[in-house]
């Protein structure tokens, strides 16, 4: 599932490609996958790309969006005569011919370039949204993890009183935006904090650790460019992502980087969870 920094990176090559672009036509393959009127985007004007949270927004010059979640397989893959960028789920489809049996929405813009949102398991989606509609849906989240907003102090007072397990309390997005499992696990284990100790038990001095632990990780991520099409047409798989270097996710039976404990898998609120027993209290 793509996580924030892959969401970043997406948002940050997409930027100087396609702002200044005029939609020219949308075709939707998946009814599923695109939900508004294709009228209120046809012929408008991309004005900027953001990210909020786990969300894309596409602003448009006639107060409308196209708001993107990518879920569990989505990606967004930009193709002009001379470029191909974007990110996502990593498949076949960053470097096949495109579009793919994948492909659920087609959105041809000026210039001959064409922005494809493939999703093979049709749980992403993009939406048409007033400016109002996008403000309301991003007051609802709390602050992004790496933003300068989220201190300690906000930190530790939204903790306060609440005995649900740690790992769970950082990752919901009311508390703070954009930890995802995978960034979760590894900011606890580098912090030495057992993921399921209730929120509301952790010290001070503790708090600080696992946020500064938090901002560390997905800074790491955002640097290592989260998975990329460079990576997969240039490097060897998959290498180069934030996937090869975790402290903890998915290294089940390895070696703790803290202590040389071994690491282990539980589940916690559904979730897979790694930890080293050795050196998280
Ligand atoms: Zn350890």
Known sequence: MPELPEVETIVRRLQPLVVGSTIEQVE?????????????VVGATML?????AKFIR???????NLLVHLKMTGQLIYVSSTTRVGGGHPTADWVDELPSKHTRVIISLS???QLFFNDQRIFGWIKVMSDD???FIFDQLGPDVIDASVTPDYLYEKLQGRSIAIKQAIMDNSVMSGLGNIYACDALNRAKIHPARPAKSLSKPEVAELLSQSKQVLELGIKLGGATIEHFMHIDGFSGRYQD????????????????????????????TYLCEGCQE
């Open 28 to 40: 939707v393959r998946k009814e599923k996958s695109f939900q508004g009127s294709l009228d209120a």
């Open 58 to 64: 596409l602003q448009l010059d006639n107060n409308y």
């Open 133 to 135: 509609e996008v403000r």
């Open 48 to 52: 900027s790309v953001e990210r909020r």
């Open 245 to 272: 270097v975790t402290a903890v996710y998915g290294r089940e039976g390895e070696a703790c980087y803290n202590c040389g404990g071994t690491i282990s898998k539980i589940k916690l609120g559904g979730r897979g």
């Open 111 to 113: 210039k001959s370039a």
